[in-house]
């Protein structure tokens, strides 16, 4: 490429070879080193130029600090009068520094005329429309797609429709006219139809005439053939050959050309360098964030710039951000569809938007009329892109829309086979759809997972119902064989392998259970377990059968709680013994009540069904969670000991087994209660080491938390508190909200053994709340009880009463005994109470107390909290 002899910007104009700087021909003064920092910019205008390269170019050989490049930045500054109002240079925090300002540059070859003399200006050589609107975010993209324009004669960005593709690609463009003497020229392909009007439309571009003995494409080539020239081809999806021809023509016979294309999918040409543009970052999932945290994303900062396009002025709350959050996740931060959520805050709120999202078409129905009227709405440009897939392709897009989290390889023949498509072909359909933008592989897991834009997945599902396709019951056929082996891996399969291959599966497998019950209550036909509302009530029945491990590792217990209810219902005579014994298994395993002396009906016939089925492992369970619901503290029944050793013995054999951990650390909790901390604590030793062993990380969140309660009640609160803040932050980073729930009730309870009333209350108020929101109401009634002692060592001694009465009649309703720990805090509590408080007082705000909802008592506990 030549070099560039000539700058010009606003009223300035540098003469590189002459290092002269002039501003309306007068001679602007500016110091050598200046001038060097000056002219790195201006060579790079538009990206961002890291301090280290502009030190190389300016200082090349010299080792000086950086506070002489700020030193001559002020100086380039002054010297452009670039105050506020004209940004030719914008600082970039931690990163450098941008030319900013339009540039237009002119080269010369040896013995021409100089750029000095006759300087291009901008309009010469660019026809890029001009920008209307910022642009947000992008820079690494932008910055690495230039990187490869420098390299590659062919640079294609693919993506799928409203990703950004040709604001990106303009962007970049405008950057790099200063490196192409003959400029930059866009051939804009979304008006045409035919491919012989590509060669055509380039030939009106370039100031071609038309000639009759030659072709449009030889035309052209004869023409760019001595260009130094970026040629940008924006929308060729739907003239996918013919670009490609012309593409390869051009690279073969222009060398001085560079190619910039934009397209739902790769051109297929040798020597092409593809980009796939991803969405704008997005606020992480599971986060409330305040409106600085939500805009450090891209995306929420293009819905507040486009929000405040449309409103005049907006700015984002922290009341708003975390709705503003949501909506930026649920639109995979795709910058059409947020510039469409933007505007809609003309006649709703954030908060009401991001409840709307259910259905993002009707909410995003409308667009600008300046563009196209298939790239006007979101609908519209996901329609473009199916309009041009074959018919098997759009069959195989619309049944991979049942899957709300993505699928296997194994999962997509599963849900996609049959009707029409051969097992054999889905591979080679799925291939083509992820080679058109509309599927993207995912492969940092063990295996591939393809998966759809929320938007993509509910146009699919549009069309799915559409077709009078479901596709709902291959997937849940699907994922009952699918856990059926996650289940026999479970017992011996490391949590983080484990979950690393089934737990991506947890939002597919809740929509099929959905789906199996849906409609059951009014219009299920229970001859048959088909629902006229759609479902199969069998089916669901034996998904839930399988799904212990699933609540277990993610942290489903209400899930669990619902899918049980739906499911015991159905259980009947031709249900598979160890299917029923499993779900009522896990229906009863819910309710972990210690010192209850009545074991639920269906616990006692999931033993006996076990029994009959000869399911050693489930029959260990039952017999483990009802020896643990009848342990009495201070008693060793022989009975319960009985049902916790045989527990222990039907696993023996399989060790290491992760049930038979468990078993062990049940029966040392049996132990524990009867107050033999030895034996108890040697058995959960012995289970701790083989969780160790099996890589259980969950079951060793268990083990800390029986290890730390022994501790606390052998009077070594140190220990105890050294155990459960470990057990604390490992819980944390699993995300293991069950155990996360109990360890912080505990560690209430720890604290205030120690008084420290101020971190009791913040550990108990996060425990009630996250014990609400798995479904463990025994464990927020203990939550309950830490908060009425608090607010008792704080003299709010009516609140402490009131409380008191809740968890009182919460105990007496459901025979529960409390555990030691609570037991000792009850035990202060009503000391305190009894002491300074009238007996009649006390009576009365505790009658008061158990009249109260669990609602009510939660908001008495917490308060504003």
């Not at 083989?690 to 052998?714: K, P, Q, Y």
Request: aromatic residues 4%.
């Amino acid at each position: 490429m030549n070099d560039v002899t000539c700058f010009s910007f606003g009223e300035y104009i540098l003469h590189e070879g002459r290092r002269e700087l002039t501003r309306d021909g007068q001679a602007v003064d500016l110091g050598g080193r200046a001038m060097d920092v000056l002219l790195a910019l201006l060579h790079r205008a538009g990206r961002v130029v890291t301090k280290e390269e502009i030190m190389r170019d300016a200082w090349s050989g010299m080792i000086v600090a950086q506070n002489n490049l700020t030193t001559q930045m002020a100086q380039i500054r002054r010297a452009l009068n670039d105050s506020e109002g004209r940004h030719f240079i914008q600082t970039v925090p931690a990163r450098g520094y941008r030319f900013v300002a339009e540039v237009a540059a002119q080269t010369a070859a040896p013995g021409a005329v100089s750029a000095a003399d006759s300087p291009a200006t901008p309009a010469d050589r660019v026809n890029l429309p001009v920008e209307t609107s910022s642009f947000i975010g992008r820079q690494r993209e932008l910055d690495e797609i230039a990187d490869r324009l420098r390299l590659r004669s062919l640079v294609t960005v693919v993506g799928p429709g409203g990703m950004g593709k040709t604001r990106s690609a303009f962007r970049i463009a405008a950057a790099e006219v200063p490196k192409f003497a003959d400029g930059v020229l866009l051939l804009e392909l979304a008006p045409l139809c035919e491919p012989e009007l590509i060669a055509e439309a380039l030939c009106r571009s370039l100031g071609v005439p038309p000639l009759a003995d030659r072709s449009a494409t030889d035309a052209a080539v004869s023409v760019l053939r001595n260009r130094n020239m970026l040629l940008v081809i924006d929308n060729a999806e739907h003239l996918l050959a013919a670009t490609a021809s012309l593409a390869e023509t051009i690279m073969r016979q222009c060398p001085q050309v560079r190619l910039l294309v934009t397209s739902r999918e790769a051109l297929g040409v040798a020597g092409e360098a593809i980009y796939p543009l991803q969405p704008l970052s997005v606020p992480p999932a599971g986060t409330q964030p305040t409106a600085a945290d939500a805009q450090r994303s891209e995306a929420v900062r293009l819905f507040v710039e486009r929000a405040a396009d449309a409103l005049g002025s907006y700015t984002l709350s922290d009341a708003d951000a975390p709705s503003v959050a949501t909506i930026c996740r649920r639109l995979d931060g795709m910058p059409l569809a947020m510039e469409l959520a933007a505007a809609r805050l003309r006649m709703l709120n954030a908060r009401e938007i991001a409840a709307r999202l259910e259905n993002v078409f009707s909410l995003l129905n409308v667009g600008s009329r300046t563009v196209l009227a298939r790239q006007r709405t979101l609908y519209a440009t996901i329609d473009w892109s199916f309009s041009l897939l074959s018919p098997a392709e759009q069959i195989v897009l619309r049944r991979l829309s049942v899957f709300i989290n993505g699928c296997t390889l194994e999962g997509a023949i599963a849900v996609c086979a049959g009707r029409g498509i051969a097992a054999d072909q889905v591979f080679d359909l799925l291939t083509t759809l992820v080679g058109k933008s509309l599927v993207s592989p995912e492969t940092s897991g063990p295996d591939t997972r393809y998966r759809m834009l929320e938007t993509t997945r509910q146009f699919a599902a549009e069309k799915l119902a559409a077709a009078g396709e479901d596709g709902k019951r291959e997937m849940a056929e699907y994922l009952c064989e699918l856990f059926n082996v996650a289940e026999l891996e479970w017992p011996t399969t490391g949590t983080d392998r484990w979950v690393a291959a089934y737990g991506m599966e947890m939002e597919n497998f809740r929509a099929a259970v959905d789906w199996a019950f849906s409609g059951c209550d009014a219009v299920c036909d229970a001859g048959n377990n088909v629902c006229d509302a759609g479902g199969d009530t069998a089916l669901g029945v034996a998904l839930v059968s399988c799904a212990g491990a699933l609540a277990e590792e993610k942290s489903l217990q209400a899930d669990m709680r619902r899918w049980t209810k739906s499911a015991v219902p159905h259980i009947g005579p031709t249900t598979k013994l160890r299917v029923a014994a499993a779900v009522l298994y896990l229906h009863t395993s819910l309710e972990k009540r210690l010192g209850t002396q009545a074991v639920p009906p269906e616990r006692m016939r999931a033993i006996e069904l076990f029994r009959e089925a000869g399911d050693r492992v489930g029959l260990s369970r039952a017999l483990r969670q009802t020896a643990m619901a009848r342990a009495m503290p201070g008693t060793a029944k022989p009975e319960v000991v009985g049902m916790a050793e045989e527990a222990v013995a039907l696993l023996r054999h399989l060790a290491p087994h992760k049930d038979l951990a468990t078993a062990l650390a049940h029966l040392g909790s049996v132990h524990f209660f009867a107050g033999d901390h030895d034996t108890a604590r040697r058995l959960n030793e012995q289970a701790l080491a083989m969780r160790r062993l099996l890589g259980d990380s969950t079951g060793m969140l268990a083990s800390s938390v029986n290890l730390a309660e022994i501790l606390f009640l052998d009077g070594d609160y140190a220990g105890a508190l050294h155990y459960a803040a470990e057990a604390e932050a490992e819980a944390r980073r699993r995300n293991a909200l069950a155990a996360l729930a109990l360890i912080l009730s505990n560690l209430a309870g720890y604290r205030l053994h120690d008084n420290d009333v101020a971190g009791a209350t913040k550990a108990a108020s996060e425990a009630l709340k996250l014990s609400r929101a798995i479904g463990q109401d025994y464990l927020a009634v203990m939550c309950l009880e830490h908060f009425a002692l608090a607010a008792a060592l704080r003299e709010s001694l009516d609140d402490a009463a009131q409380i008191l009465g809740f968890t009182d009649a919460h105990y007496r309703a459901s025979g529960q005994t409390r555990e030691r720990l609570e037991q000792e805090g009850y035990e202060r509590l009503e000391k305190i109470l009894r002491s300074r408080l009238p007996a009649g007082q006390l009576a009365a705000l505790c009658a008061a107390g158990a009249g109260l909802t669990g609602a009510a008592a939660d908001a008495a506990a917490l308060g504003g909290r």
